[in-house]
Each structure stands twice: as structure tokens, then as C-alpha cells.
């Protein structure tokens, strides 16, 4: 069964400082990774997905299948970044996306 | 505009009554899904509609109905909410490329 963890739920960082948000994954076929972003109580929206390996407001994820891990980063953290990121699987038999629970990241200035 | 809406946006019922939920498309998309929205929890899917007619369950189907005769609307029905059922439930719509377009979110509230 495929699974998705994210195993913090809070990341509190200073305005400035590196940011990784964790993700591991279990599936057993080829994995098609997301993360989703969330800011205060809107819709959410894609940030990245790996198959384009682009960078998005300085965010970026690589796809480890060694470790299974899609952790996403930022060397430089802003206040306006501040919000809930959600990894997502997607499941290609079923075509359904599978969201870990989700980080809250929170930038203080 | 991402082209999907929901409706209501906000609602507040009593236990045992029923409610239905609606998400509205603009673009003709094959594939719809209704999920909820928890603390500790993350998204997780309710049920799925992969065409007209053709619905499938998620993984916390129990106690919702869903239903899509034609393509642009996908309803979702709270047979008899419970408090359990208070959430925020997203609609989703899957566009070209597996890229997801959510809607807005209704907050349920089951008093």
C-alpha cells in the first residue's frame, strides 16, 4: 500500500535561515511525488512535482529512491512562506493523490 | 480563476441531518475527488469520480454518497452527519500532466 509520512508537524525557523521539510514514501511502483502548499485558510496549490524538477519561490525537492525521501528545501527561509506544506503521491493505477498530514512551517522574523 | 468552484462555502448543521456538498467544473475534466481536510490527519480521500456516473470510494468513505450525472458537478452527501463529520472538505479536479486543481474548501461544521 503506498503511504506517505511527513514526521514533523511544526517547523519553526528564523526569517533567513536553510529549511527542509521531510518526506518519505512507500510505494511499490514508480513514484510520482508532489508538494502542495497551503498559506492561511486558502485553497491549496502546487508547489512542485518532481517530474519537472523546477524550482518554485526558491523551493526545491529532489527524489531519492535510495531512501525513498522527497524532502523539499530553501537555503533561504521568508516570512511569507510561512504556511502548511503537504507532500502527495500519486497513485498512476488508481489516479489518486495520497497527502502525508502535512508540515507547518512558521518563519519568524 | 482555477476553474472550480464549491458550494457552500460555510455550513452549519444539525446531527442527523442530511447534507450535500457541491463542486462545480468549468473545463470538462474526466476525473473529480472530494476529500477532508483534518488536523493530525491531512487530506484524505472520500470518494472519486473517474466519469459520469463512475464513482469509486477513498479510504474514509463511510458515511458519504457521492454522485455525478453529467460532468461538471460532483455532489457530495452526508447521508446523516455526525460530529465526526465536522471538517473541511476540498474538492479536486485532475488536470493534464497529474497536476490537481483544489477548490476553496467548505467548512462543515455538525453541531
Known amino acids: 500500500a503506498q503511504r506517505v509520512t511527513q514526521p514533523e508537524k511544526l517547523l519553526s525557523v528564523f526569517k533567513g535561515a536553510p529549511v527542509e521539510l521531510k518526506c518519505n514514501y512507500s510505494?511499490?511502483?514508480?513514484?510520482?511525488l508532489f508538494w502542495y502548499v497551503q498559506y492561511s485558510r486558502q485553497r491549496l496549490q502546487l508547489l512542485l512535482r518532481h517530474i519537472s524538477r523546477e524550482s518554485i519561490k526558491g523551493f526545491t525537492a529532489d527524489l531519492n529512491k535510495g531512501e525513498t525521501s522527497f524532502h523539499l528545501k530553501k537555503p533561504f527561509a521568508q516570512e511569507e512562506d510561512s504556511a502548511m506544506y503537504y507532500c502527495?503521491?500519486?497513485?498512476?493505477?488508481?489516479?489518486?493523490?495520497?497527502f502525508g498530514t502535512g508540515t507547518r512551517l512558521l518563519v519568524s522574523p | 480563476d482555477a476553474g472550480i468552484t464549491q458550494s457552500p462555502r460555510h455550513k452549519v448543521t444539525e446531527t442527523g441531518t442530511p447534507v450535500t456538498l457541491r463542486c462545480h467544473q468549468t473545463e470538462n475534466h474526466r476525473y473529480m475527488y472530494w476529500y477532508r481536510q483534518d488536523p493530525g490527519h491531512g487530506l484524505r480521500l472520500i470518494h472519486y469520480s473517474y466519469g459520469v456516473k463512475d464513482t469509486d470510494k477513498g479510504e474514509v468513505s463511510d458515511g458519504y454518497s457521492v454522485s455525478r450525472s453529467k460532468t461538471e458537478d460532483f455532489l457530495l452527501t452526508l447521508e446523516s452527519a455526525t460530529s465526526s463529520q465536522t471538517s473541511v472538505y476540498f474538492c479536486a479536479i485532475r488536470k493534464a500532466n497529474y497536476g490537481y486543481t483544489f477548490g476553496s474548501g467548505t467548512r462543515l461544521t455538525v453541531v
Open positions: 502527495a503521491l500519486l497513485n498512476t493505477g488508481f489516479q489518486k493523490l495520497v
Open positions: 510505494y511499490s511502483g514508480s513514484p510520482e
